[in-house]
């Protein structure tokens, strides 16, 4: 991958903050339970190969992605840990989910026995999802989950390695559903032998809130890269996150505009004296999305607005005075005793903070820190 880059805007992940906290949950949780690091999504638009790798190092003992594809992808990064996909798999590409050491998920009896005609000879291992409530993907009842395990033991082709569940509600106060859920996983389980495999049902936010309710290994997400599973979560965190992704650019175009000029399509921004305006070099195709009209972002440790439409590759903001070209313009992060958080921006959204750093596209270049200093930058578009 080509190492630099050649626009003012870029992504910062800080990956000291991924292993803090790693660290962090890993005491939280103790050693008896171990840390599935879910870097899916890119590792929710971080970085998957370098939080893999960080993650790895912090203590963690297997990765998780989505999809095959994404397994795949870390393999040829040299990553060599133990995968999970947690997602579907066509029964046709078991051999490849076999040729790369990927382990599989399976949530029913009929995967097993269409994935049995396409395997070739070797052995395919794969946790077994359980539906509790969350109404995706799973297995909800127990005469199929029981014949699964009499098909895998017949077999010489499967190898059931763990058995899941994911919860709906875990980040909620009200812990009625997900007691429900848990008692339902528990019931299942106890109708299988399962006392070698791993058992896991906690995201991020059942490992903060349930540390005895874990099982033996726990999947954590969002928490890796120092967010909140939720905002009704954030005051009762068991300890500090760190958060490990900012958004960065620079003033690329400065100018004054006299009164009842217009910025941006649809000349909807009027200025209503002299103002300075400044053009920063990222918009909606970046994934900064149109909707973030008249946010605001960090500018010389103050908070400033964006004005006008957000275009697809830039958009505007009104400084305080003149200022340099090149000056740093911080979209998500930190200057000095300002934050514009991962939260500010999903609130503005109204969405979740999982959403943002994944809606941040590939365009946008990652720079990797390590202990303050830059270890790696990656810009897919100039990928050869
Ligand atoms: C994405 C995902 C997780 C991670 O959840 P977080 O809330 O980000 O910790 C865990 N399990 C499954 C099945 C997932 O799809």
């Avoid at 790369?100 to 097993?112: C, E, G, M, Q, R």
């Avoid at 820190?369 to 897919?380: A, H, R």
Wanted: glycine residues 6%.
């Amino acid at each position: 991958m080509q190492s630099g880059f050649y626009r003012d805007t870029w992504v910062e992940v800080n990956l000291d903050a991924i292993k803090q906290n790693v660290v962090s949950m890993k005491r939280h949780i103790g050693d008896e339970i171990d840390i599935i690091a879910v870097v899916k999504a890119n590792g929710y638009g971080h970085g998957a190969e370098q939080v893999a790798k960080a993650a790895i190092d912090a203590g963690a003992t297997m990765l998780a992605v989505a999809f095959l594809d994404e397994a795949i992808s870390l393999r040829n990064a040299e990553i060599n840990a133990p995968i999970l996909v947690m997602g579907a798999t066509r029964p046709s590409d078991v051999n490849v989910a076999i040729q790369y050491n990927v382990t599989l998920t399976v949530f029913s009896i009929d995967w097993l026995k269409d994935a049995e005609r396409y395997i070739t000879n070797e052995e395919l291992h794969f946790h077994i999802k359980l539906d509790t409530g969350m109404g995706r993907l799973g297995v909800r009842d127990e005469a199929e989950l029981k014949s699964m395990f009499v098909h895998a033991n017949q077999s010489p082709h499967f190898v059931i390695d763990g058995i899941f569940t994911h919860f709906a509600t875990a980040d909620e106060t009200d812990s009625g559903y997900f007691d429900e859920q848990y008692g339902k996983f528990e019931t299942l389980l106890a109708s299988v032998p399962h006392q070698k495999l791993v058992v896991h049902c906690a995201n991020s936010a059942t490992a903060l809130k349930y540390q005895r309710k874990l099982y033996n290994a726990i999947r954590l997400g969002i928490s890796m890269y120092g967010l909140t599973p939720s905002i009704e979560m954030k005051k009762k965190l068991p300890y500090e996150l760190q958060e490990a992704f900012s958004l960065q650019s620079k003033l690329v175009h400065v100018k004054k505009i006299t009164k009842g000029e217009k910025v941006s399509y649809g000349a909807t921004y009027e200025a209503k004296d002299d103002e300075w305006i400044g053009t920063i070099p990222i918009g909606y195709a970046d994934g900064w999305a149109r909707h973030l009209k008249d946010f605001e972002v960090l500018v010389e440790n103050k908070r400033v607005p964006l004005v006008g439409r957000i275009c697809m590759d830039q958009c505007m903001v009104k400084l305080p005075h003149h200022l340099p070209i090149g000056t740093q313009v911080t979209l998500i992060g930190q200057q000095h005793d300002q934050i514009i958080s991962i939260d500010d921006v999903a609130n503005y959204l109204d969405t979740i903070n999982y959403e943002v750093p994944c809606m941040i596209t590939s365009r946008v270049p990652r720079i990797f820190l390590e202990n303050m200093s830059i270890i790696e930058k990656v810009n897919p578009i100039l990928k050869r």
